[in-house]
């Protein structure tokens, strides 16, 4: 059937989203067919609201940032701009001139997903990102909010 809509299927990027059996279902298919699966990406949505534990990337230690501004470096963007502890990073972005990429805005598509680099944010999620990923300094640009001054990978 894969062969059949897309004869060159082999040549393309393939993007996939949905349910984990639907997502497990589509890159078996490629992978077994000689797909390079470099070029295979996956977008990982949950709707169940995580505990609240796991909705801040970092310990909360008491402080309170509110009605403060922070400056946010972006790496790859080669661009440093500053934040108030009320807005998310992707809306200080944007407003700067920023394209990064996002989809649905709310924390729950995990387009938006980066590494922070350096800092502490408050990030009030949807599922969009899974607690190892967390663990590993990820955040959602969408959804996070400055604590201190950052620096991100985006």
């Not at 990073?89 to 989809?103: E, Q």
């Amino acid at each position: 059937m894969l062969r059949q809509i897309a004869p060159d299927f082999r040549q393309r990027e393939i993007f996939t989203c949905g349910p984990a059996g639907y997502m497990a279902a589509v890159r078996h298919m490629p992978a077994t067919a000689g797909f390079a699966m470099d070029r295979h990406h996956e977008e990982s949505f949950t709707f169940d609201a995580p505990p609240a534990a796991e909705a801040v990337a970092v310990p909360d230690t008491g402080d309170t940032a509110e009605g403060r501004v922070f400056t946010v470096e972006f790496t790859r963007s080669r661009r440093t701009l500053t934040c108030d502890a009320d807005t998310t990073l992707l809306a200080a972005a944007t407003r700067a001139g920023l394209s990064l990429p996002a989809s649905c805005a709310q924390g729950m598509c995990g387009t938006c997903r980066t590494t922070l680099l350096a800092g502490s944010v408050d990030m009030r999620h949807n599922g969009g990102i899974r607690p190892r990923e967390i663990a590993r300094n990820k955040i959602l640009l969408c959804c996070s909010r400055p604590r201190e001054n950052l620096v991100v990978e985006a």
